[in-house]
């Protein structure tokens, strides 16, 4: 059976504009693909240690999409960098309210974010029948290189199984499917 897990917002137009495109590909092979979602609003608190929930159980391809613009999940986020940065902050960020256009303390979101996404890879090394479509440690640096891109150059991060760009492979090995289609599922992005 085809398994995909996608960590992300599950009301977001991006999650929506993907799950319909999945669907209707493997609808178009044949095949009915079981997908999980985990909502990043259940992801964040737990600073992305997500051990027991069920849906990590059986072997499953793993997608990690943006935590995009929802505001709940930015306040998390918030909260997760001060445990991050332990630097005596004691705003409660779970009162903030929305105000459109207001940039609040990006460096501590990306301490928060780059935290989650940490206790995300110690989960999926605890977990080898899980294959992320990308590492989320890669999705770190890339986020580090982008704020600040007077640095020479990225380290390199490498996670513990084959690289990502046999998830294809994987996959058609798994439903025992055409080499054909490989192409086609092997463009993911994190």
Not at 7 to 33: M, T
Not at 97 to 109: A, S, V
Not at 168 to 181: G, K, L, V
Request: net charge positive; proline share 8%.
């Amino acid at each position: 059976m085809l398994r995909y897990i996608s960590v992300c917002n599950p009301e977001g137009k991006r999650w929506q504009a993907y799950s319909r495109e999945l669907n209707h590909f493997w609808r178009d092979r044949g095949f009915i693909p079981e997908v999980e979602v985990i909502p990043w609003a259940g992801v964040a608190p737990r600073d992305g240690k997500v051990n027991g929930l069920a849906a990590l159980n059986p072997p499953a391809l793993v997608r990690l999409e943006s935590p995009g613009r929802d505001f709940e999940v930015m306040k998390l986020l918030l909260q997760a960098g001060v445990r991050e940065a332990a630097d005596g902050d004691s705003t409660d960020w779970s009162r903030l309210t929305y105000q459109k256009g207001r940039l609040i303390r990006p460096g501590l979101l990306h301490r928060g974010f780059c935290r989650v996404l940490g206790g995300l890879r110690r989960s999926f090394d605890e977990r080898p029948h899980l294959r992320p479509s990308a590492c989320p440690l890669a999705i770190a640096e890339l986020l580090a290189v982008s704020r600040d891109l007077s640095r020479p150059r990225m380290p390199e991060r490498t996670m513990r199984r084959q690289p990502f760009g046999s998830v294809a492979s994987w996959i058609c090995a798994r439903m025992n499917c055409a080499r054909s289609i490989a192409p086609c599922c092997s463009s993911q992005s994190a």
